[in-house]
């Protein structure tokens, strides 16, 4: 898998052409000295601010902070399987099967809406 | 740790100039992450290499690109020539991969898209990344001198041919 930047706000904002004052004054911010800290990774934005990134630039906060969704989904997918494991070696019931269902969902990267849509 | 597989290979490539340099970062030839011009006004190497010590820092490239400056076609000073071997000292130091380019094979690399001098294989790099639009200098006259921000173009040139391993004509580079 290929190593992801933490973030690439600085490469959507200079695509947009915007000034870092100037995305600063989009996200409610003072100055651009915090967008400035966002883009060298010296600070992570709060869930308001990611929501904000989102509408301004039009790009999911996944692709946006590539490289930390890069490390969650790793994680995830880790504790993912270990799960499955352990509720394998379970019972059989119904309520397993439709975990195992999730978890599955989870590991092949579709996630649960996309199991919905079965 | 991994630094990307050949397809999102991250380079960094730089073209230094009068100004300082021009620099471009790339993931793959499709993706263009990041580039400028960063200037230096006394002192030029020293700074320029403090300056590229904090692009190597912060985007860790897998590859670094320079020009070939012994190669056909360039006409660069001894103290760019010592830059250039600076820069691949500081890659070397960090067990980055430094490729070096001509300007000759960037010419040739473009020719085939009908690109014969440097406004015009900046104007297909433009082409290809419309975010390098709005920085696309004016077409030079004889008595002009090269505009600063050329060494953007040049350096997203250089990484675009180093890409190519077998040397696939520029055609294929284009949008």
């Not at chain 1, 890069?70 to 504790?79: D, F, W």
């Not at chain 2, 403090?50 to 660069?76: F, H, N």
């Amino acid at each position: 898998m290929a190593y992801k930047l933490e973030n690439y706000l600085r490469t959507y904002r200079k695509r947009s052409a915007l000034s870092q004052e100037e995305v600063a004054f989009l996200l409610g911010c003072k100055s651009g000295t915090k967008v400035s800290r966002y883009e060298r990774h010296a600070r992570k934005p709060n869930l308001e601010t990611l929501f904000a990134y989102e509408m301004v630039f039009g790009t999911p906060a996944r692709e946006l902070f590539a490289g930390v969704f890069q490390k969650v989904e790793k994680k995830i997918t880790s504790r993912a399987q270990l799960l499955t494991r352990n509720l394998s070696r379970a019972t059989p019931t119904a309520m397993a099967t439709r975990k195992l269902q999730i978890l599955e969902a989870i590991t092949s990267g579709s996630g649960i809406e996309s199991d919905k849509k079965k | 740790m991994n630094r990307g597989t050949n397809r999102d290979t991250r380079i960094l490539a730089i073209d230094p100039s009068t100004r300082g340099f021009g620099f471009a970062v790339l993931e793959g030839q499709q993706r263009l992450i990041d580039w400028g011009v960063k200037e230096t006004k006394t002192d030029k190497n020293r700074r320029s290499l403090k300056l590229i010590t904090a692009l190597l820092e912060q985007y860790e490239p897998a590859v670094v690109v320079v020009e070939d400056y012994a190669g056909k076609g360039s006409r660069r000073c001894d103290r760019v020539g010592k830059l250039i071997k600076g820069i691949s000292s500081l890659a070397l130091k960090r067990k980055i991969r430094i490729k070096s380019v001509s300007r000759a094979k960037v010419k040739q690399a473009f020719s085939e898209s009908g690109a014969s001098n440097k406004y015009e294989i900046a104007t297909a790099i433009a082409d290809r990344f419309p975010e390098l639009a709005p920085r696309l200098p004016r077409f030079r006259k004889p008595w002009m001198s090269e505009d600063y921000r050329m060494s953007i173009f040049d350096a997203v040139a250089f990484a675009l041919v180093s890409h190519s391993s077998s040397g696939t004509a520029i055609s294929n580079y284009r949008a």
